[in-house]
């Protein structure tokens, strides 16, 4: 959200002196069974499948959005673009906007997706006749229960029969049975490549602004920790060749996937601690962080194949790429359960699909369990799926190249622990470790070790031991930040 755009929604908020909550209870009462229908079904993509399907009422769904800080009395915008997208204008006034404010601001704060919209639209075009003839056609796919619009879209969504990425199906089903919705489909589409092509833009922009940055900060005073002369022969003491390249114009790019909502997988409580500490650590060593939330395989691979192509890259001197969610051994699993080998995310950094980052460290991190899912107590939780009756070599997830590091979570065929507050143990002890042994000028694989150590110590009966595997060539030694990080 903008400064000005926080600014006007305190300052009315300010001015009311109605309690929140009441103002949300006064919106529930004037929401019936169908628009709670709705308000579940735009909200999929910030709460979990199985949560919306318990919530019985509006305020149940409210009360989920709090919970994860998406509503708030300071920050109600989301619940005004709920309503506006609902067709609700008359309830908007209950959290101060008009429909004229909404629909000014949506260009810029808006949160429902391109994809969620576009379903949505769908359903409300899609009348009984419509309905009656799309079900006929799907029979064999569909459940033996009446089936309104929306969760006649909403049951394709659930079977991975439709994405943001793949509607053949439903161009095939509008194109036989309603042509004039082929047009909302196409609309879709040249928005969704708009938007592709904002944020490439918009990751370019960024990279320049990082690069001015810096450079502009290394022409002010700087406050060293370590003196020049103590760099220096720290730097002597190595061979020139021991250590990779962290002089030239930025660190690099990190990338955050922190899965925490699945369709029927647990919900991974506690990982948004992880992924914040990964953000603030990583930029405090100098890296431009990029965190993306619930990532579906479609997404994965879009994102993959963004930052394989990445310009950002050539001047950079390293990339990181850091996982957080469900898997099993040598996999990891997006946000709809699909099952990604570790080996397929780190091929597209090899050199040939990867010039940029050619020699390179390319240094990557998975917190998600690599075995069998055991009982946990109730603050402890393990993020693993099923078991597995033998293994591949891990080397076998690691391409056969240099300059690459793969830092596990676990050990293959044991499950790693994740505090439901307070993050992962792995996580927490690796950005723990990179805070305080940065400054001492340790490299990367003594930092992990330090981490291997540290991990196996916790817990009283269930134990866990990290697992590093790396074809570096050289040293990865991070460049001490001139301030200090408080984590």
């Not at 915008?77 to 609700?88: G, I, R, S």
């Not at 990867?354 to 069998?372: D, T």
């Not at 690459?404 to 499950?415: E, R």
């Amino acid at each position: 959200m903008s400064f000005q755009g926080q600014n006007r929604i305190s300052s009315l908020f300010n001015n009311g002196g109605e309690n929140f909550r009441r103002r949300l209870l006064t919106i529930d009462s004037q929401l019936g069974d169908k628009e709670v229908e709705q308000l579940k079904f735009l909200c999929q993509d910030f709460v979990s499948r199985k949560k919306l399907e318990m919530s019985s009422s509006a305020s149940d769904v409210f009360e989920h959005l709090m919970a994860k800080e998406l509503l708030s009395e300071q920050d109600p915008f989301l619940l005004a673009e709920l309503l506006y997208t609902m067709k609700q204008p008359s309830l908007l006034k209950h959290l101060n906007y008009t429909k004229e404010q909404v629909r000014s601001l949506l260009p810029t704060l808006k949160k429902v997706s391109l994809f969620r919209n576009l379903l949505y639209e769908l359903s409300e075009n899609i009348d009984s006749d419509i309905l009656k003839d799309m079900s006929f056609i799907m029979k064999d796919s569909l459940p033996p229960i009446q089936l309104t619009s929306l969760s006649f879209l909403g049951h394709l969504e659930k079977q991975t029969l439709i994405d943001a990425d793949n509607l053949a199906l439903l161009e095939d089903l509008c194109s036989t049975v309603a042509p004039k919705l082929l047009e909302n489909i196409e609309i879709y589409k040249r928005k969704k490549e708009a938007e592709e092509r904002q944020l490439q833009a918009s990751e370019v922009a960024a990279f320049e602004g990082y690069v001015s940055a810096v450079e502009e900060a290394n022409r002010g005073p700087k406050e060293e920790i370590f003196s020049g002369s103590d760099v220096e022969q720290f730097l002597q003491a190595l061979p020139e060749e021991a250590v990779y390249r962290m002089d030239r114009k930025y660190r690099g790019h990190c990338v955050v996937i922190n899965n925490q909502n699945f369709a029927s997988l647990k919900e991974r409580q506690g990982t948004q601690k992880d992924a914040d500490c990964l953000k603030h650590v990583f930029q405090w060593l100098g890296f431009l962080v990029h965190t993306h939330v619930d990532v579906t395989k479609p997404q994965l691979e879009k994102l993959l194949k963004m930052y394989q192509n990445h310009p950002g890259h050539a001047e950079g001197d390293c990339f990181v790429f850091c996982v957080l969610t469900h898997g099993k051994y040598g996999a990891i699993y997006s946000s709809d359960e699909a099952l990604i080998p570790i080996r397929e995310i780190m091929s597209h950094f090899t050199a040939p699909q990867c010039p940029g980052l050619a020699n390179k460290p390319k240094l990557f991190f998975i917190q998600a369990c690599q075995g069998e899912e055991i009982q946990s107590s109730v603050c402890v939780e393990a993020d693993a799926v099923c078991p597995e009756s033998t293994h591949p070599p891990l080397q076998d997830s690691v391409p056969v190249e240099a300059d690459f590091l793969l830092g596990l979570a676990t050990v293959p065929g044991y499950v790693s622990f994740r505090h439901t507050t307070e993050g992962s143990w792995y996580i927490q002890s690796l950005c723990n470790y990179l805070k305080d042994w940065v400054p001492r000028h340790q490299d990367i694989l003594s930092i992990l070790t330090a981490v291997n150590d540290d991990v196996s110590r916790r817990g009283a009966v269930k134990k866990q031991m990290p697992q590093p595997v790396f074809t570096l060539r050289k040293k990865v030694i991070f460049p001490v930040p001139q301030t200090e990080l408080l984590l």
